[in-house]
């Protein structure tokens, strides 16, 4: 039947009761649903029926999805020790509570322009992560932890007026990637090797690729692969020597235990907000923060919005809005020095909503429990016959790398056994970083209990030791 002549409304698809789209089209000046498609060439229109079935009713349509949806496994029905950028830390209610709120949750970008209140909340936020990481501006968050890496990698270009910047090889692969895609052609990714037995970077291949043309050293801590860079000043340190831009990137989580970046010669840091009130979520629950100190030449080169407070005409009165909004791609459009894009601000919320619940004392807490925890867990799955750590000189937070070369097993093997018992093993890097063999990234947090690490141990040595 002809779209015009349909006399029937969709059970799931919005405005189509015929009175409904009549009136519509009659104000657009249209006459059938066809008309909204001319622009599109008839060669790629499908010119027949498309011979669906008929649609489910509600009661049916949700238990075929629920049926699908349970094909998934997930943190809730399975041990998990993976990690890689997506950790499992523990939510507090409130969070979901508060960002669940509808004049939160439905805004687009999460922030309607006439919302002060949502102003306020973005300070507070940002005002709480600047405490954190112990810089003055911070950032309405980016999309995740790659994007504002890239975006400090571009402020750090435009700041220095030069193209190249240099990152360890311990960046995780993705990341780099999307980094690479984002800098090009503006600026110039070149790698820094890492130290085989400590996994921190290498400072005498570093120092052998120092010059004038550097914009920016960039390097993690903790690092992909779970290492403290505790070299952060002396890189920093050379980083300035050649007046380049030291950029950290950081898990902000282990910021109630390691020491703030700035402390150690950071001029730009950035990560991803995840690990603060954040479920996991397969391609959600992202968010990347940038912060610096408070002077011009860096404010100036944010491309995303900021959000201060200042006095009104009221004496004694405050309100809250944008800072250098004239920065922005929002004024300068197309001559923008980046665009501004949908920017997370709903997580940016939920991080200060975590951040003020926790309190110092809290974060400190939570981090001293991930350190005990991921430690305990190392030395027990070192002790499996066989098995090692990769990196076994190296000081390491929440992650370590597992070596699984001496016992004659894949990552794959060992993962897809323990998937059997109901545990998600770590995240295997033998594709990523193939020249070390079978090696796999395991993470513990504060939500792992002591027979949560007995049971995956027990459990690998059983596999191990009848391979």
Request: glycine share 8%.
């Amino acid at each position: 039947m002809a779209e015009k002549n349909r006399t029937y409304a969709h059970p799931y698809i919005p405005n189509t009761v015929p009175e409904v789209r009549d009136a519509m089209l009659k104000e657009m000046g249209l006459t059938s649903m066809e008309q909204l498609h001319d622009a599109i060439p008839d060669s790629l229109k499908l010119k027949r029926e498309m011979d669906l079935p008929p649609a489910m009713n509600e009661y049916k349509l949700r238990r075929h999805i629920d049926g699908l949806l349970s094909k998934n496994k997930h943190s809730g029905d399975y041990l998990n020790f993976l990690g890689a950028g997506c950790w499992q830390h523990f939510i507090p209610a409130v969070c979901d509570e508060i960002n669940q709120r509808s004049e939160f949750v439905t805004a687009y970008a999460g922030e309607p322009y006439e919302d002060h209140g949502r102003f306020q909340a973005l300070f507070e936020y940002q005002s709480l992560l600047a405490e954190l990481v112990d810089m003055d501006v911070v950032n309405v968050p980016t999309f995740d932890w790659a994007q504002a890496a890239s975006t400090a990698i571009r402020m750090a270009g435009r700041i220095t007026g030069r193209k190249i910047v240099l990152l360890p090889r311990s960046v995780d692969p993705d990341k780099a990637a999307i980094i690479r895609n984002y800098c090009t052609p503006v600026m110039d990714i070149q790698y820094v090797d890492i130290d085989q037995v400590t996994g921190r970077m290498d400072l005498d291949d570093l120092r052998s690729k120092l010059s004038d043309d550097i914009a920016a050293i960039y390097f993690e801590n903790p690092g992909y692969l779970g290492i403290i860079e505790d070299q952060g000043a002396e890189i920093s340190e050379l980083a300035h020597k050649i007046n380049a831009v030291s950029i950290v990137g950081v898990d902000p989580i282990s910021l109630g235990v390691l020491e703030p970046p700035g402390r150690y010669g950071a001029d730009i840091i950035c990560g991803d907000l995840q690990p603060l009130g954040m479920h996991m979520n397969f391609g959600g629950g992202q968010a990347g923060f940038i912060a610096t100190r408070d002077e011009e030449k860096y404010v100036m080169e944010y491309p995303s919005r900021l959000f201060g407070i200042v006095p009104t005409e009221v004496e004694g009165e405050y309100g809250f809005g944008d800072v250098a909004y004239e920065r922005t791609s929002f004024a300068l459009r197309e001559k923008g020095k980046e665009s501004v894009g949908t920017q997370t601000a709903l997580w940016g919320i939920t991080a200060g909503v975590y951040l003020a619940l926790l309190g110092p004392a809290g974060m400190q807490e939570v981090g001293s429990t991930i350190i005990q925890k991921s430690h305990y867990a190392a030395k027990q799955i070192s002790r499996i016959p066989g098995v090692s750590l990769r990196f076994e000189k190296g000081t390491f937070f929440k992650e370590f790398v597992v070596d699984f070369n001496d016992t004659g097993l894949t990552v794959e093997e060992i993962n897809q056994r323990l998937m059997k018992t109901g545990i998600f093993g770590g995240k295997n890097l033998s594709l990523s970083y193939p020249s070390w063999g079978q090696c796999a990234l395991y993470c513990v947090t504060e939500t792992h209990t002591q027979a949560d690490i007995d049971r995956l141990v027990d459990t690998l040595r059983s596999i191990v030791s009848t391979s």
